[in-house]
């Protein structure tokens, strides 16, 4: 069965600061990894997605993600942290060309960004 | 937001009330899904629907109830909740082929006394 595991419930990072929030997945097929940012009392936005090619993806907002199969992991990563990146940052999988795009969501990171 | 917008965005409901969720998506996709988020807890998919047929049911009480009259509508309709089902309801929207992102609506806070 797919799953995905976030392992952090907080990472705290001072601004200006790079910041790294862990996402790793388990999937039986080829995985479509995805992240997406939730700031309160709002619906998730897309950030970026791995479907094939380049390991590192490149997103909204100065994000990127690394792509390794080896270790089963999709980071979310950003060289220099800002206090408005401060949300709740959510890891998916999808495992296959399936009927109906069924996204498995991992449980949640809350990021702190502080001046 | 985003060209999925849910109505209404908050909403109370005492156990015995009937009330309905409403998404609209605007981007032409052909498959939608509602999520329950409730606190410390990952997004539980409840529903989806591809071309207007529900295609996954991840065991939901019958007390959420589902519609899906057209590609770019969807309903969940309450019914006798339970304080538990207090939550923000995400729909969400996305094309049903391919591997593309899913599209979210803001959400609507349920909360049910």
């Known amino acids: 069965a797919q799953s995905v595991a976030q392992p952090e419930d907080q990472v705290n990072v001072a601004e200006g600061n790079p910041l790294t929030v862990k996402c790793t997945y388990s999937v039986s097929g080829n995985p479509y990894l995805f992240w997406y940012v939730q700031y309160p009392n709002r619906g998730l936005q897309f950030l970026l997605k791995?479907?094939?090619?380049?390991?590192l993806v490149k997103g909204s907002y100065g994000f990127e993600a690394e792509f390794n199969k080896s270790q089963t992991s999709f980071h979310l990563k950003k060289p220099s942290a800002l206090v408005s990146d401060s949300a709740l940052y959510f890891c998916?999988?999808?495992?296959?060309?399936?009927?109906?795009?069924?996204?498995?969501f991992g449980q949640g990171t809350e990021l702190s960004v502080k001046p | 937001e985003t060209g999925v917008t849910q109505t209404p965005r908050h909403l109370v409901m005492g156990m015995t009330n009937k009330k309905s969720l409403k998404c609209e998506q605007h981007l032409g996709h052909n498959a939608m899904y509602w999520y329950k988020q409730s606190a410390k807890k990952p997004l539980e998919l409840m529903f989806v629907y591809s071309l207007e047929e529900r295609v996954e049911n991840n065991s939901v009480p019958s007390r959420f109830s589902p519609e899906c009259p057209n590609s770019s509508h969807l309903f969940l309709h309450l019914h006798t909740l339970q304080p538990e089902d207090s939550a923000l309801y995400l729909c969400?929207?996305?094309?049903?082929?391919?591997?593309?992102?899913?599209?979210f609506g803001p959400g609507t806070r349920l909360t049910v006394l």
């Open positions: 969400a929207s996305s094309p049903s082929e391919g591997y593309n992102e899913q599209f």
């Open positions: 791995y479907i094939t090619g380049d390991n």
């Open positions: 998916a999988v999808r495992e296959d060309y399936n009927q109906g795009g069924k996204l498995i």
